[in-house]
């Protein structure tokens, strides 16, 4: 069964980081390429940022610079550092397996709050 529990999530002021991790069990994590989503308040949920079983990543326009996905094989585990936050990054953010839109099987969330 797979299983995906985001962590790392918290309140920071406008300029602030924060590093998000997400712990994946119940496939072979290896072989999968992984994505990050966000949900704000009152909005759809998008896209972030993929990362693939290659290593190749890439990232919506408006984080990219800013934020940096990767991940540990070794430890089945994905990241997503956040720098040079903004108040328009506030949303709940989720580690999903695979490529597809919409995620077939994503964690429960992490919350991420921006303040100015």
């Known amino acids: 069964q797979v299983q995906l529990t985001e962590s790392g999530g918290g309140s920071v002021q406008a300029g602030g980081s924060l590093k998000l991790s997400c712990a994946a069990s119940?496939?072979?994590?290896?072989?999968?390429?992984m994505r990050w989503y966000r949900q704000a308040p009152g909005k759809e949920l998008e896209w972030v940022s993929t990362?693939?079983?290659?290593?190749?990543?890439s990232s919506k326009g408006s984080v990219a610079g800013r934020f940096t996905i990767s991940r540990d094989n070794a430890k089945n585990t994905l990241y997503l550092q956040l720098d040079s936050l903004r108040t328009d990054d506030t949303a709940m953010y989720y580690c999903a397996k695979g490529e597809t839109f919409p995620p077939a099987e994503r964690g429960q969330g992490t919350q991420v709050t921006v303040s100015s």
């Open positions: 990362i693939y079983s290659t290593g190749y990543t």
């Open positions: 119940g496939y072979y994590f290896t072989y999968c390429g």
